[in-house]
């Protein structure tokens, strides 16, 4: 399971740029944060707080230190978000959605 998170253990090279599996699941599932926060699902929260793990693993390996306290610091950020969000989240939009 640790090998997965290492950044040496390439998935794949696209146009010469080696992706490694931890980068290429943290894209995936942000993109999927990202469809699901479209279609106003609540499971963008936990997907989206993965994929921060994710990236915030991939920046400290490459020694980013920066960026990898930048995704720490959205810890700071989700647990008011979901409260103050969470309970107008479901409510009905008087908007109409193109996806309904």
Known sequence: ????????????????????YIEFCGTLLYLWSVWLMVRRRMLTWPVGIISVLLYAALFY???LSGSS???????????????????????PSCLPQPWD
């Open 61 to 63: 390996q490459i020694h």
């Open 69 to 91: 306290l930048f995704q720490v610091g959205n810890w700071f950020t989700i647990p008011p978000t979901l409260v103050l969000e969470g309970r107008q989240w479901n409510k």
């Open 1 to 20: 399971m640790l090998e997965f998170l290492s950044v040496n253990k390439i998935a794949f090279t696209l146009m010469g740029y080696p992706m490694s």
